[in-house]
């Protein structure tokens, strides 16, 4: 299993940098762990896309099915009060976004604080150096 930010879930759904490593890696390990709210940062994603013209609306309605898909198949981390106090610690400690301080403490309440459990995936700089600083192994091959 590993841990998906929306920044490794959005190159699932349309071409990016990074898609063929994140295709290996949901390959490799379609066991899949979530935030609750990835969903909402993963669609604002495309919408701006969308918007700005790079997705046409034929893609615009296959990238939302398969993004429905993706998140239908994954382990959805929902609790709100644990992260929240987490993600509260974790913005102490290190230069995150708001966003992605809920992203890892959700990966670090799931896990119970036991960093070995799973690995993340992540290419968003903060996080993974954040991740990193807490134990996690990012972006395993």
Not at 89 to 110: E, K
Request: neutral net charge; glycine residues 2%; charged residues 30%.
């Amino acid at each position: 299993m590993r841990f998906w930010d929306s920044s490794a879930i959005v190159p699932l759904l349309v071409l990016e940098r990074e898609t063929e490593q994140c295709i290996r890696a949901l390959q490799s390990d379609k066991e899949v762990m979530v935030w609750t709210l990835s969903k909402i940062e993963v669609f604002s994603a495309l919408c701006r896309r969308f918007r700005e013209g790079a997705l046409k609306e034929v893609d615009f309605e296959s990238t939302k099915k398969r993004m429905n898909d993706f998140f239908d198949m994954a382990f959805e981390i929902i609790s709100v009060p644990k992260v929240k106090d987490r993600a509260l610690r974790l913005l102490q400690v290190h230069p995150l976004r708001a966003t992605d301080a809920m992203q890892l403490a959700s990966v670090l309440v799931a896990t119970q604080e036991d960093t070995s459990r799973v690995p993340i995936m992540s290419f968003d700089n903060r996080l993974t150096v954040a991740a990193r600083l807490e134990g996690f192994i990012v972006n395993p091959d």
